[in-house]
């Protein structure tokens, strides 16, 4: 079978595992914690782990000499810190090593169509942390079509290099085929799109593959014992 044509690169060439941020954003999660969570992204053979900015150090001396790469979030989970206040968390986890920033846009600034503030605020985090990968957090289930549409478009002529659909915090609910649909449509080919929350079985990971997605963040991986380490079937079988 063909894959999507946003399945491309070494995504393409590997499994499930190479489109999956394994992530763990418990605010009890311990250094122990930390460290197995490393450990099991090492053998699950997944793209990066993602992670709240305090334990950037530590995943980056974890996962050294491996494939694995680091994710920070920034203005997580509610997005309301300010523009300044989110470049600056955004620029000093990349020193720390994150290769790529997980940054919650203001949600109430969409809601109020602060069209010209939010345009700014991404491009502000985009400059701060220079060529690394920036995906802006847009909470999509408390959205309308039209207000992902604008903030997605905003976000992609900002140079954000991936749209997300949510932090996986929010009552209203995660990630929804129409939303990645919505977003792929206005990502084209000029960013990813990134599907998170309530992503707890491989099942609902190819369902928004399907409609789009090209990253996965989920803290349910270390479960998917038959898509993800070693022996692992190729995106191919999966969608198949």
Do not use: Y
């Not at 009890?28 to 990066?48: F, K, N, P, W």
């Not at 209203?172 to 990645?180: L, M």
Request: hydrophobic fraction near 50%; glycine fraction near 12%.
């Amino acid at each position: 079978m063909t894959l999507p044509p946003w399945i491309s690169g070494e995504a393409a060439e590997g499994g499930l595992g190479s489109l999956i941020d394994h992530t763990l954003l418990k605010a009890e999660a311990t250094a122990d914690d930390i460290l197995r969570h490393c450990d099991e992204a090492m053998a699950l053979g997944v793209v990066a782990v993602c992670v709240n900015p305090q334990w950037v150090t530590a995943c980056v001396r974890r996962l050294s000499g491996s494939r694995v790469i680091v994710a920070s979030v920034v203005g997580f989970p509610l997005g309301a810190s300010g523009s300044v206040a989110k470049a600056v968390e955004a620029r000093l986890a990349a020193a720390d090593g994150a290769r790529e920033l997980d940054v919650v846009a203001p949600i109430g600034w969409i809601r109020s169509g602060l069209w010209a503030q939010l345009g700014d605020e991404f491009a502000m985090v985009t400059h701060a942390v220079g060529d690394r990968l920036v995906k802006v957090i847009l909470e999509t289930a408390v959205l309308t079509p039209d207000q992902i549409r604008h903030a997605a478009t905003l976000a992609c002529d900002a140079g954000v290099g991936m749209l997300k659909t949510s932090t996986g915090f929010h009552p209203a609910g995660g990630a929804t085929p129409e939303a990645v649909r919505i977003l792929r449509e206005v990502a084209g080919e000029r960013a990813g799109v990134k599907a998170s929350g309530g992503i707890r079985r491989v099942e609902d990971a190819i369902m928004v593959i399907r409609a789009g997605a090209n990253r996965i963040g989920t803290s349910a991986a270390a479960t998917w014992t038959t898509a993800l380490g070693p022996g692992a079937p190729p995106l191919t079988e999966l969608l198949r």
